[in-house]
């Protein structure tokens, strides 16, 4: 039988007389797993994580890292885990040397094994090259690597993430994904970490629990939670949630048409056999009951079905204002009307919600500006970088199956520039508020295609 | 814990060094207040033989030790919310140490604060003791006061959890301490009701401690009476302080 990590009995902490932060909860996590906590803002998944990691106290239940009760020794649990915060944590105006170095110390390890184990993190994480320069001069991502490595300093059996990849850029992300599923792999390490993200808790965990309002939900493998629903999701939108669709909802269950039904808003989630055989009748019962049906969609479940079937809320919801607030802050800073195609283009999802003020530099650091006349050929290690200087990975590195397409594409592009319809040369992105009508051309001024249709035949 | 707070003062130590300007800047306060109340009071205030420059030097400098200090709790507030100090917590690290390491690094700089300006009223002509003994044994005091307004502001702010109250009384604990103290006048020229004030305000020991070992004549039992005084009081608030971050576990 496996051995357990991690393994939680009726936990409960109470921050107030009516505030139940978790509330009778019980977790078994096994060695060498990985398992998501998913579960909308104030379910519980921070705190837990705390608590588990001995930053906090609790009222009742039993909780054991490694075997060992994190209330009556904790010093211990702490030489066992590593924990990322949501926030870095590390400190700005140290090199990322000297933060390795001081946690490493404050885990009492020798100095000669605490410089060994920087120089393997830094390879591990590809940071050699920044390793002695100032936190302050990092990338998200970088950061992120560097909080994650000084997490693994002292070589812990068990890692917490919470929310590791917030507020990173979609390829961020997904290189960090990939290093979280190499420390599990290759070394073993058990991880539990907290996501908002329904891709990330599928794609990396062994195990989803579904946490809300301090209680664990469901728990279960990826698929396990998705074959939970039977058969297919229909989405019907209507103007109002009022009396008349509340009742057509019970009519259709009553009717055994949709074995479950879900109000999300307007909207309302049926959960039916077959999707296409039950559209008609589906639509059949709304004109029967006076009811205009604004949309109507039809999927196969996915995680935020279920999801939504626990928690009630939607976390795609969530992601969407997360993108709306981020055009905003975007949309301050100047930009053209081609943008949101080009975001779509660039990482293949659509959603591009982290990126701001992109621009080419060559991989030196300088930006593509700073080196008209060089030649064509010695554009090779190109990379995005955003406005604030935050470092997209190398595009010939880029190999999430997500832009695999459009990187072979964009990795031919040697020497290209941004020139507006009259030919002049674009400077730096963010103070070019007024673009319309940009093209790609190469060092020849020979110009690419449109900019739009670019953007389409790359989608497709 | 020796060894932790060593490590964690020196990642203070470094971060300071890469910015000394901006520890620079805090002596312009006092030096301009020596400049405006030096000439504005010299001639009304009457402090015996002394000259009013002379009188008001530790003042000055025991200024200095309230203004660096007392703001420490502040830059703990940021490393909370910056999740540095999570990041200490989850380590097996001595958490007296954490608030060992600021405070001592806090003092600390007020040390080197108070010696750059003792250095500039030297050069400015003032007539103070610069005998080394004499200068050791008043910054002595000055580091125990500062580790005592260090402590406070930390515990203050483990306390308050929040940044604009914890300015607030920053405020309010410095300039009402400064003027209820006999930092800037004598005692005696002070009405009765501020003399009852001062003799229970730690600062006005701090202030006649240095100054009887800095100015003539030299009085070692009441420099004495202050280091005691000020040895209980930084041992009093660090207690605090460290007991206010024991309880920091949520």
Redesign the interface.
Known sequence: MTKLAIEVSKLTKIFSQNNKAIDDLDLKISEGEILSLLGPNGAGKSTTI?VL?????FDEGKVLVDGIDVDTDP?TV??T?G?V???????Y??TGR?NLM??G????MKKGDILARITELSKYFELEKSIDRLVSTYSGGMRRKLDIA?ALI?RPKILYLDEPTLGLDIHSRKLLWKYIEELNRKFGLTILLTTHYLEEADSLSNHVAIINEGKIQIIGTPEELKSSIHGDSVVVSFETAGEKEKAYAEQLKQDGIAKETVWEGNNLHLYVEDGASSIPQIMEQASQHGLQVTTLSLARPTLDDVFLKYTGTSMVDNGEEEVEEWWHQWAGKGGGGNWKEWNEDEDGSGDGQDWKGNEWVNSDGSSKDDAPDADASEWGGNEWVNSDGTTKVDFKETASPATEETSEKQADWKGNEWVNKDGDQKGDWGDSPDWEGNEWVNKEGKPKDDWDADSKSNKS | MI??TW??F??YM??TM??PLWALFTLIQPLIWLLIFGALFGKFVQTGEQNYVDFMVPGILIMTVLFGSSWSGVSLLREI????V????????SRVAIVLSRVMHSAVQVLAQTLIILIVVWVMGSTISMNPINVVLALTVIFLLGVGFAALSNGFAIILQREEPLVMIGNLMTLPLMFFSSALVPTEFMPKWIQLIAMANPISYAVESVRAILTTPIDTMLFFKGFAIMLVFAFATLAWAVNAFKSL??
């Open positions: 705390r990691s001995t930053l906090s106290g010093e702490r030489q885990i924990v915060a949501q926030q870095t944590g590390v400190d105006f140290m000297e001081i946690q110390r404050l885990y009492k000084t002292h | 060894s932790d490590h964690l020196n990642k470094t971060i890469r910015m919310s910056a999740g540095s999570d990041r200490m917590l989850v380590a097996p690290v576990r949520d």
